[in-house]
């Protein structure tokens, strides 16, 4: 079945420092990815998407691109700040159904 | 906010016991999904809703049951509660079936004691 496979964390970088959080995914057909992130205490929010291969999702600074050929999603982020500490998990969902997530990664960033 | 909402924010109960979880969609949205998060099984898919019609079930088990009524709320039914039944309850709504971007409630965290 469809899977999802996320960089174990946490993750604690220093303010500004550059984002990388690797994400791999098993899929049978052509999935749309996701980015989704969880604050403290709160709901998960959707971060950014991609709907096809070479797709590149980007939102308040993170960006992550479609890799067809590595079956790869990762996110990225030039610079990170304090706010940005969160849970983030990459998804996969096939024909628009339901969503299978990773484990999740714990982004720690420190002032 | 995504407007998605959920109650109760908490809920205790005892093992044995039964409860409610209810979930309102985003205005427009037809499809309702369930999810539960907790520490050792992740984020998990139980059961998707649209238009009132059970279209996809998950990992819910038998105790478990939903229902989507004609405003479009739903309503998760946990029965017989085990300790391990302790978990992060997420309801998510998209416009419809097949619509890639789901929007997540802020979830209601159940204890069983």
């Known amino acids: 079945g469809d899977s999802v496979t996320q960089m174990e964390g946490p993750v604690t970088l220093s303010e500004e420092a550059f984002l990388t959080i690797n994400c791999t995914y098993t899929?049978?057909?052509?999935?749309?990815l996701f980015w989704y992130v969880q604050y403290p205490g709160e709901g998960l929010q959707l971060l950014l998407k991609?709907?096809?291969?070479?797709d590149k999702g980007s939102n308040k600074g993170f960006e992550a691109t479609y890799r067809k050929e590595t079956t790869s999603f990762h996110l990225e982020k030039g610079s990170v700040q304090v706010s940005d500490s969160a849970v983030y998990f990459c998804a996969l969902s096939e024909y628009g159904n339901k969503l299978v997530f990773g484990a999740g990664t714990i982004l720690r960033v420190k002032s | 906010d995504s407007g998605v909402t959920q109650t109760p924010k908490h809920l205790i109960t005892a093992t044995g016991q039964r409860v409610t979880l209810r979930c309102s969609p985003r205005?427009?949205?037809?499809?309702v999904y369930w999810y539960q998060q907790s520490l050792d099984q992740g984020l998990q898919f139980l059961i998707q809703y649209y238009n009132g019609e059970e279209r996809a079930k998950g990992n819910i088990l038998e105790r478990f049951s939903a229902q989507q009524f004609p405003d479009l709320h739903s309503e998760l039914n946990l029965s017989s509660l085990e300790l391990g039944d302790s978990a992060l309850y997420f309801c998510?709504?998209?416009?419809?079936?097949?619509?890639?971007?789901?929007?997540f409630g802020p979830g209601t965290r159940l204890t069983v004691t």
């Open positions: 998510a709504s998209s416009v419809e079936q097949g619509n890639y971007e789901q929007y």
């Open positions: 899929a049978t057909g052509y999935p749309s």
């Open positions: 991609a709907t096809k291969a070479d």
């Open positions: 205005s427009g949205d037809l499809s």
